[in-house]
Every structure is written in C-alpha cells, then in structure tokens.
C-alpha cells in the first residue's frame, strides 16, 4: 500500500469512529456467539488476536470469557474507544495499531478473529501464525448484487472464494456457510489447523 493509500484508510477509519458511536453496533458478531461452543470444544488454548478489531466489540466478548486478547487494527481512534470501553468492562486487552497490509505476525495464537474485514495477503500469514489445533473464526461480506455499492471490489469475497481458500490449507473447515441473498450477503467459517 502507498503512503497515500494508508494514511487515506487510517484517515478514513479514524473519522468513522470518531463521528459514529459504535460502527459496527456493541454487540458481538452473531456468528462469533452462535459458535462459542463449537470454538471452546475446539480451541487448544486461551492465547486469541481480533484482527483489524476496530472498537473492540468481539475482543472485549473474547476477554471476558477468559481469552487473552489481542486486538489490531490501522485506526488509533477506533483503538482509544475500545481501551475506555475494555476498561468499563473491567477487562484486559493489549490493543495495538498496526498497518495489516505489511504486518509480519511475530506470536502464534490459538484463536484468530477475522470480522468484517478483507486481506487477501493476510490470510495464510494467519493461518500460519495458529498454534497447532489453532481455530481461525472468518466472517466478511461477499460480492453480491444485494451488497451497497459504498464497497470497493477488493475487499470483498467472490461467491465461493472463501472455502476454496481454506480447503488449501492443513487442517479442517468445521462448519461454513455463504448467505448470497442476505440483506448483508457474508461468507463465514470455522477452520482449525492440523
Ligand atoms: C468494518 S470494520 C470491522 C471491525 C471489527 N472487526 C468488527 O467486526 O467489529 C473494519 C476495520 O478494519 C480496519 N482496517 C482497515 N484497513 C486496515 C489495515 N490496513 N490495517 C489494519 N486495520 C485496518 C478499520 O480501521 C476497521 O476498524
């Protein structure tokens, strides 16, 4: 990403945050709850890391059911509301900003969250930084005509192109899904590492 490009989207984040009161609302992703039994049943360990976490909804819902979070994300803005929130929740979670377009994962995690957000490049570098038996939760928007058109093609995933990715690496799709005719059409799944 050029310099311009990054400090467009960090710019871009920092005022949607800053204008908005939760962006993606103060619930937790709905998969990410309905599947909490399905991941504990499966999850080698407490170690978890929220990608491009924005304002910390499914960290903060990670912490307080005993993981140690990570969380990442481009926009201090966006970092600064889930540290006041984490704090109000009485919960720890070490919020660091970082441009994930060059990120080199230096830890290994037993639990990787990738919501609502698209990074090609990052995903086997995920996958890679799973701890053996790891669980790498996946839920983001498809390409679709129901899709609002204020999405830009490239972050968004191709009608099947999320199984297809995963089926190329060592270890299990425990459950997916694709809902192409939803009023936020997603593709979703549930992968563990060999
Ligand atoms: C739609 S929000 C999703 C936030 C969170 N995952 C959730 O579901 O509540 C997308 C997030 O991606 C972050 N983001 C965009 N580009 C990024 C980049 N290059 N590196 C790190 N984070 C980025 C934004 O700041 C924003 O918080």
């Not at 966006?78 to 060059?102: C, H, P, S, Y």
């Not at 996946?138 to 191709?158: C, G, I, R, W, Y």
Request: with cysteine; glycine share 8%; proline share 4%.
């Amino acid at each position: 990403m050029h310099q311009d490009a990054e400090e467009n989207s960090q710019l871009k984040w920092d005022n949607r945050f800053r204008n908005e009161t939760c962006v993606l609302g103060i619930d937790p992703s709905r998969y990410l709850v309905d599947h909490l039994d399905l991941i504990m049943a499966h999850v080698p360990g407490t170690k978890a890391l929220d990608v491009a976490c924005g304002e910390g909804r499914n960290s903060i819902f990670l912490a307080k059911r005993g993981f140690q979070v990570s969380g990442l994300d481009i926009s201090a803005v966006g970092l600064e509301k889930g540290r006041q929130w984490m704090e109000r929740e009485g919960v720890t979670i070490d919020f660091r900003a970082v441009n994930l377009e060059r990120y080199e994962f230096t830890e290994q995690y037993d639990l990787i969250l990738n919501c609502n957000f698209l990074l090609r490049n990052l995903i086997p570098k995920s996958v890679a930084a799973l701890s053996s038996g790891g669980i790498l939760v996946f839920d983001t928007l498809v390409d679709s005509p129901f899709v609002p058109n204020n999405h830009s093609k490239e972050h968004l995933l191709q009608p099947g192109e999320l199984v297809r990715i995963f089926q190329g690496f060592p270890g299990k799709i425990l459950t997916q899904e694709e809902k192409l005719h939803d009023e936020m059409p997603t593709a979703k799944l549930i992968f563990q590492k060999k």
